[in-house]
């Protein structure tokens, strides 16, 4: 999408108005303060405008800063509300908005300013705009602009689009099917009706494989109608977008088609697929006349002309054959001149600077330039290789050509404009029809999606449940069958009103980010009416989505890594609310160990007796475990983890309990730390265990060796040599291409009692 967003205020109320230039959708909302930059992150606009003195307001500098190169500063009397209502009464030829909808002052500022805008940058030409829809804030979820970021739901934290939650369900077909998924993405619903409306279609495609494939091919010769319209309504288009109508529309016949073809009743359709098939329309008499006037493959452009089936219009046909006799004629003068002078290279050609001519090579020239051929050929110009001549007759042949050419091409240019005018007479009927096809292509999507990656409808009510059985990664599981990497690991995730709070504990390394991620994605998932990654899932409507996961600093704002965290984390227990969903990681780990436990420690009693929401706090402060003893609604969680011979094994499975150590110099060893250092770091976790003391870290110093004399040892060895002889003996008797199932299994049980034997004994 390309979005054109102005902003305004008036009478202390902030509004919003956006203008998709793409398709010409218009939206209104009212927001505030506490909400500016989600709603922005919302809409995600090229450009934002506002007046100087609002830009300038130092409480909207925080909102506006990721916008801060995208702002359009203008004087602040673009964003008067009564101009701004007189220019949207004259834009939709009303005498009064009453009928559109009852906007606010700064509502009227913040859509007229915009208008006005459009129509000094695009020299009066708007494009066609629909009528205005007003938002009011409670239809989507509310998803701030670093938790949009943590999820990377349409870019990576990279800015990549590859790796993003988009990329890996995008199945659309059409680009208007893709814009509009992404506009679900951004913009979660929260009625739960409309929502299972979404996934009764999804359903019902999911159901009929055979309907499924054959909408997709209906779709894949589908052209984007919005932009095409768009195009032509800002007098930009050219005879491949009245083409991309006609087929378009076409399209929209097939997959109706389609939909009345089913062997249900036509009532038996989904809300959605039915509201779809209401837009599509009919259209035959627009496409027939399109059709009729246009060439199967026209040019891009107007001028290039040639793009008027023949037999459309007599006049054109007429200048047409006028033109096409005459370049015969050409041909014929050229034979008469080649007998008359009896040179054989003559040739008539044709060139932007001197129109029609006669050239021969430079050793033929003499015969034309000397008595009696010089009286009728006229020497005009004189090459390297060749000469070029003229005659009366010439001349007067190639103005007949020119003229008729001008006129066949300017007569052309007139019927392709009362085309175009014809068209945008259609114009919300083309829109509508578009709309349709972008909500049928987005079912299609998901029907795919759920086909090909063993996705379950999710059930979404109003309640306060999240109950997510066998739930998984989306993306990450995508990314490990691409490596060929293990098997995702899936886990459960009930959030209810004995434990809504999961503290959940683990080294790093152990799937703890995922696992908080791929909740937040299951939501989002379930409320844009798609299946989702799990066995089971039941959710009750999230309102407000917030995710504190990973670390960064934030240069330009001057903020630190712990700063960035506090900020955000902040937002949070500012905003959220018993239907939100909040997702934490790792907080208070930028700072003194004692300050960042003492943080995380308030945070948690925060979400749990004042927010009360349904969270997910991942951490490596194991001491708060012990707030399970005066919290009631909170849930003991951990990462399972496996040692086996001096190695962690990190299993990704969520567990009921708490961990009891973080495995850190485990990990660092894995990350590649020298053998010296994770034996130094041993020693000291040692000390530090041993003492259990804040206050004696001076004295352990003392009572450490120095690192120079800790002794760079080899990672133990706990195997013998004989237990690996007897190993590889076994192995080198295994031959797999001679094995049956059950000499395999016999064989992997050989193996299992040699290991186990040297382990006991």
Request: charged fraction near 25%; proline fraction near 4%; hydrophobic fraction near 45%.
């Amino acid at each position: 999408a390309n979005i054109l967003a102005a902003l305004a205020r008036a009478q202390d109320t902030l509004a919003l108005s956006a203008i998709d230039m793409s398709t010409g959708a218009v939206t209104i909302m009212v927001t505030h303060k506490g909400r500016l930059e989600a709603d922005l992150a919302r809409l995600a606009p090229v450009e934002l405008l506002m007046s100087e003195r609002l830009a300038d307001d130092d409480d909207l500098a925080a909102a506006l800063f990721d916008l801060r190169d995208k702002l359009v500063r203008e004087h602040s009397g673009l964003f008067d509300s009564d101009t701004g209502q007189k220019r949207l009464e004259a834009l939709f030829g009303v005498a009064t908005l009453d009928g559109i909808g009852d906007f606010s002052r700064a509502e009227l500022g913040a859509a007229g300013g915009l208008v006005a805008y459009i129509e000094d940058t695009q020299k009066g030409k708007l494009p066609r705009l629909s009528v205005p829809e007003r938002l009011t804030g409670r239809e989507a979820m509310r998803i701030d602009a670093a938790t949009r970021r943590s999820l990377e739901l349409t870019r990576t934290q990279a800015g990549d689009a590859a790796g993003s939650l988009l990329s890996a369900i995008d199945k659309t077909i059409t680009g208007a099917g893709a814009r509009m998924l992404a506009g679900d993405l951004a913009a979660p619903l929260l009625d739960p009706e409309m929502i299972e409306a979404r996934l009764d279609s999804v359903a019902f495609l999911v159901e009929r494989p055979s309907l499924l494939d054959t909408l997709g091919d209906v779709l894949r010769r589908v052209p984007d109608l919005e932009r095409a319209l768009s195009r032509l309504s800002l007098g930009r288009g050219g005879p491949r977008d009245l083409k991309a109508i006609a087929d378009g529309l076409a399209g929209g016949h097939a997959a109706a088609d389609l939909l009345r073809g089913v062997e249900d009743a036509i009532d038996a359709l989904p809300e959605s697929l039915a509201q779809a098939l209401g837009g599509l329309g009919r259209h035959q008499g627009l496409i027939d006349e399109l059709r009729r006037a246009l060439v199967d493959e026209p040019p891009l452009l107007v001028r290039d002309g040639h793009f008027m089936r023949p037999g459309f219009d007599a006049s054109l046909d007429e200048f047409r054959t006028l033109r096409d006799e005459s370049k015969k004629l050409i041909a014929a003068l050229e034979g008469e001149y080649k007998t008359e002078t009896g040179i054989t290279n003559l040739k008539v050609k044709h060139n932007n600077v001197l129109g029609y001519h006669i050239e021969v090579t430079s050793r033929s020239a003499d015969a034309l330039m000397a008595p009696p051929l010089n009286e009728r050929f006229i020497h005009r110009q004189t090459m390297a290789n060749a000469v070029r001549f003229s005659t009366t007759d010439l001349a007067a042949l190639a103005g007949r050509i020119t003229e008729a050419a001008d006129r066949a091409q300017a007569l052309e240019a007139e019927l392709f404009a009362a085309l175009v005018s014809m068209t945008l007479t259609h114009g919300d009927g083309i829109a509508h029809a578009a709309a349709a096809l972008a909500r049928i292509d987005v079912c299609v999507s998901h029907a795919r999606l759920a086909t090909a990656e063993r996705l379950v409808r999710p059930h979404v009510d109003d309640s306060l449940n999240f109950d997510i059985q066998g739930g998984r990664h989306l993306v990450v599981e995508a990314a490990l069958r691409k490596a060929r990497g293990p098997a995702f690991v899936a886990n459960d995730c009930t959030l209810d009103a004995d434990a809504r709070l999961w503290l959940v504990t683990g080294p790093n390394m152990a799937g703890k980010s995922t696992f908080l991620r791929q909740n937040a994605l299951i939501a989002i998932l379930a409320q844009i009416g798609a299946f989702v990654p799990a066995d089971r899932a039941h959710i009750g409507v999230v309102d407000q989505l917030f995710s504190r996961v990973g670390a960064s600093d934030d240069l330009a704002h001057g903020r630190s890594t712990f700063m960035v965290e506090m900020v955000e984390t902040a937002a949070i227990l500012n905003q959220a609310g018993p239907r939100a969903l909040v997702i934490l990681d790792e907080i208070g780990r930028g700072t003194a160990t004692y300050d960042g436990l003492s943080i995380a420690w308030a945070a948690v009693e925060h979400l749990h007796n004042i927010n009360q929401s349904r969270a997910l706090f991942a951490t490596h402060y194991h001491e708060l475990t012990a707030l399970k003893e005066t919290l009631d609604a909170i849930a003991l969680k951990t990462m399972k983890v496996r040692e086996f011979k001096g190695e962690v094994i990190f299993l990704h499975e969520v567990a009921t309990g708490a961990a009891d150590r973080s495995y850190g110099i485990q990990v660092a060893q894995l990350a590649g730390l020298p053998p010296r250092a994770v034996n130094r770091a041993r020693e000291v976790l040692a000390l530090l265990e041993k003492s259990d003391s804040g206050t004696r870290h001076h004295a352990i110093v003392q009572d450490l060796p120095l690192f120079q004399m800790t002794p760079d040892t080899p990672a133990p060895q706990n195997q013998t040599a004989e237990d690996s002889s007897a190993l590889t003996e076994a192995l080198d008797g295994l031959h797999p291409d001679e094995m049956t199932p059950r000499d395999a299994l016999e064989a992997l049980y050989h193996l299992k009692s040699l290991i186990q034997g040297k382990s006991d004994g």
